[in-house]
Structure formats: C-alpha cells, structure tokens
C-alpha cells in the first residue's frame, strides 16, 4: 500500500543533503535553492525522484486518504492521523500498533541519534479500515514533540502494544532526541529468537524473518534496503 514511499524519502533524501551543505550556518533547506537545485539535478541524473515528484505524495487531508497510507509533515496533519489511528484502536488496549523508525537510529560517540521518519500503522480486527501515516519528524519534529490526547508522542507512551523489529536503535533514539519512554513493546526480533532458540542478540533481519515464517507468497518487500539517508 505504500506505494509512495519510495518518493517520499528519496525527496527525504534531498533534505537532508541540503540540510549538511548550509554548513550549519542556520539556513533551512528549503530555502538554500542552490543546492536544492543542484542536488535535484544530480539525483535526476542517476534515475531517482526529484522534487517535483513529491507532488505526488498523498495527504492525509486528500479524499479517500483520510486512513492513509499518506505523508504527515506538520502539527495539524499529525492531529488527523493520530485520530485516524486512534479510531482504528478503538479504546482497545490489547489493540497493537506497528512502527518502525528511518534514520540515524541510536547515534555514534561523535554524533547524536536523528530520527528522520516514523511510520505507524494499525490494523483493526473489526473490519475497520487500516491506518497508515508516515510521520516526518525531520521536517516537523513538533509531531514528536509536542504532547496531547492526538497527539504522536502520546499513542508511542500509550498501554497498547507497539510491535516493532529490531527496537533498540528506535527506542533509544526516541529516548534520546525527545524524551519519549517508548512502552509495551514487541520485539520481533527477540520472538523470532526463542522460536528459533537462538541468542536475543544475535537478531535476524526483518526481511530474513518474514520470508522464514511467512514465506516467498505473502512477503513483498519491494523497497526494503534499498533506501539511503545522509
């Protein structure tokens, strides 16, 4: 379903390149047209998405993409989408909710963690609609940091269960850049672990877990590793 993704984060991409040629001299991106343009130019010549083609990205706020799948960039969209994801919960604790995180995810001695998209979905058992946003934290880190009842950071500290794979970068990351306690998480690497009676910390890799229990005709994973941030 998440068919515009690969655009969204190859103009993703562009940001953060732009992001590390304003020098950290204060300079927005967006607003550094020389090297948007430039690297535009260079990332077009090598066959990926340019800038234009984030046009494409659904909105929350467009017909029929109310529930997503749809790209979340500002406070106000952030709002619409945690309800969204909230209805499909349905005041149902025991209701989980996927994510998984993009970025530079625990950080190094030398440089911080920088979460740059959070993506979370939830799929009632009730025969509501799935929901499914991705959240651009490095365009509008309010959606993280900012508290409330619709609020992104509140559904990750909620009681439901937060299924994820591999959580230690996303957790700590989520620790250490805005001070979210990430709880009732699912570890699937650590179940596929003790099915597979190996240690806990010698996880396997999301896309060799799925194809292992749920085989080559129900696992697609078409973008998976294929995806590079700067």
């Not at 655009?7 to 020098?23: E, K, N, P």
């Not at 204060?26 to 260079?42: D, I, K």
């Not at 570890?187 to 672990?193: H, L, M, N, Q, R």
């Not at 080559?216 to 941030?229: C, D, I, N, P, R």
Request: aromatic share 6%; proline share 6%; with cysteine.
């Amino acid at each position: 379903p998440l068919a515009f993704l690969p655009y969204l984060l190859r103009d993703s991409d562009l940001q953060r390149v732009a992001s590390a040629a304003t020098g950290g001299t204060g300079v927005e991106p967006e607003t550094n047209s020389v090297a948007m343009a430039a690297l535009a130019a260079v990332m077009d010549r090598t066959g990926q998405a340019c800038l234009t083609e984030s046009q494409q990205i659904p909105s929350v706020r467009d017909p029929g993409f109310e529930n997503g799948p749809a790209l979340v960039d500002c406070w106000d969209d952030g709002v619409l989408a945690v309800r969204s994801l909230l209805r499909a919960v349905q005041g149902d604790e025991s209701a989980s909710i996927s994510v998984d995180l993009e970025g530079f995810l625990s950080g190094s001695r030398y440089k911080p963690p920088s979460i740059c998209l959070v993506q979370v979905c939830v799929t009632p058992e009730n025969g509501l609609p799935t929901a499914c946003f991705v959240f651009d934290a490095f365009v509008a880190p309010v959606l993280l940091q900012r508290s409330g009842p619709d609020s992104l950071r509140d559904l990750l500290q909620n009681s439901n269960p937060k299924v994820l794979h591999c959580c230690y970068g996303d957790a700590s990351s989520l620790h250490i850049q805005f001070g979210i306690e990430l709880t009732s998480v699912f570890d699937t690497s650590v179940a596929d672990s003790l099915l597979m009676g190996r240690h806990f910390n010698s996880p396997r890799d999301l896309g060799t877990v799925l194809l292992h229990h749920l085989g080559e005709q129900a696992v697609h994973l078409t973008h998976k590793g294929k995806l590079v941030f700067f």
